[in-house]
């Protein structure tokens, strides 16, 4: 069996040629060639020594994740159904903006937490993603964009950790792929332009801090632990106050002076001004004093399995004034890809529910329903 080159960070590959009995610059030349030039033959790397290409022709390879589907919204956004075996799937989604293009990265096949908002949870959890394929998703994006748009520059400028999964649920995987979207000799991106979502797995966000301090965007969705149980499973495990302890010790580390919350509006669910007051009140108890934090109000896409509804768009602009007038940066995320279900919580894919996860979170919301009536 060969090798696939994706799976290495710089460290990685150099630990590699040198078992091949290769000099380190070597390894520094391969690494360029394959996620700077998008190189994936071996005779195109027409500056390594002939015999090193012999010997990698026969033990390693460069392989993206075969696609699936590709499909292209009215607004440009594009999203990538890639395989990755056992009738598993994941999705890649690249949207493009005035000053930047931002690929949405997955890092498992389906997700373990469960988020009750988020269709890719009621999928169930299939495994965890390989390094090579969390950045075979970019290297394919990346290199396939470029030859679209005929340009030799870069077109992804942002990476977010927001496809499927949890990404610090993975976290052997994660930090190595990190560390080839920040190396100035893969894709050079700042710490500031790639960011990793969690719905808060609190060692790992410390972790993460030590390894690899990144933006961070944290999936809150509600202002206090009864309802956050309900919608983030995960809090029952990390309860709100030990979250925005991990939160605050994050920033010690971190290339930007905010953390990002993520906050899904739900009508009736979490967006009343009542949430909005106990989310100012939780603000305003840590940073001493100082804005620490920012708010990103993501309009819901429902899908028949949720048993959940959209906030009305008055109501998110009330909450979004709500906060901002205690002097909370707050934004209200702009929906793209709707129309190829491409939008924040719709990537599902064709993962196999393994864990019947549909079938368990309809009983839970039947529960729940009959203990609020």
């Known amino acids: 069996m060969t090798t696939n080159l994706l799976d290495f960070d710089l460290e990685g590959l150099t630990a590699y040629c040198e078992q091949l009995g290769e000099k380190r610059f070597r390894a520094t030349q391969l690494f360029r060639w394959i996620h700077q030039r998008g190189a994936s033959d071996f005779d195109q790397m027409t500056d390594l020594a002939k015999s090193l290409r ?4 026969s033990r390693a390879h460069i392989t993206a994740l075969p696609v699936v589907t590709e ?3 009215a607004d440009g956004t594009v999203k990538w159904l890639f395989d990755v075996g056992d009738g598993n799937a994941v999705e890649s989604v690249f949207i493009p903006e005035d000053d930047r ?5 997955s890092s498992q096949a389906g997700c373990v937490v469960g988020c009750r908002f988020c269709s890719t949870g009621h999928q169930g959890f299939s495994r965890n993603l390989t390094t090579g394929e969390i950045l075979a998703q970019l290297w394919y994006a990346e290199h396939s964009l470029r030859k679209r748009f005929g340009t030799e520059e870069r077109i992804i400028s942002n990476v977010v950790m927001m496809g499927m999964g949890e990404p610090l649920q993975n976290y052997g995987a994660l930090v190595p792929a990190l560390r080839v979207m920040l190396d100035d000799h893969g894709y050079g991106l700042s710490r500031r332009r790639v960011t990793v979502s969690t719905s808060g797995v609190v060692p790992m966000m410390d972790r993460l801090a030590q390894d690899c301090a990144v933006a961070l965007a944290v999936s809150l969705h509600a202002p206090n632990d009864p309802l956050r149980d309900n919608l983030v499973p995960l809090n029952k495990k990390y309860p709100l106050a030990e979250l925005l302890d991990a939160c605050e010790r994050y920033l010690e580390f971190a290339p930007r002076d905010f953390i990002t919350f993520e906050y899904c509006m739900l009508d009736g669910v979490n967006d009343q ?10 603000v305003r108890a840590r940073g001493d004093g100082k804005s620490w934090c920012k708010f990103n109000l993501i309009p819901f896409n429902p899908f028949p ?3 959940l509804l959209r906030s009305p768009a008055a109501r998110v602009t009330e909450f979004a004034t709500l906060l901002s007038n205690a002097g909370i940066v707050t934004t209200v995320r702009k929906t793209r890809g709707d129309d190829i279900d491409a939008a924040c919580g719709q990537l599902a894919g064709d993962v196999k529910d393994r864990t019947r996860a549909a079938e368990r979170m309809a009983k839970q919301r039947t529960i729940t329903l009959k203990q609020v009536s």
Do not use: F, M
């Open 305 to 307: 399995a949720s048993g």
């Open 54 to 57: 012999e010997k990698l022709k």
């Open 273 to 282: 001004p009542e949430h909005a007051r106990q989310l100012i009140e939780l």
């Open 71 to 73: 499909h292209v919204s």
């Open 101 to 105: 293009g931002t690929l949405c990265v």
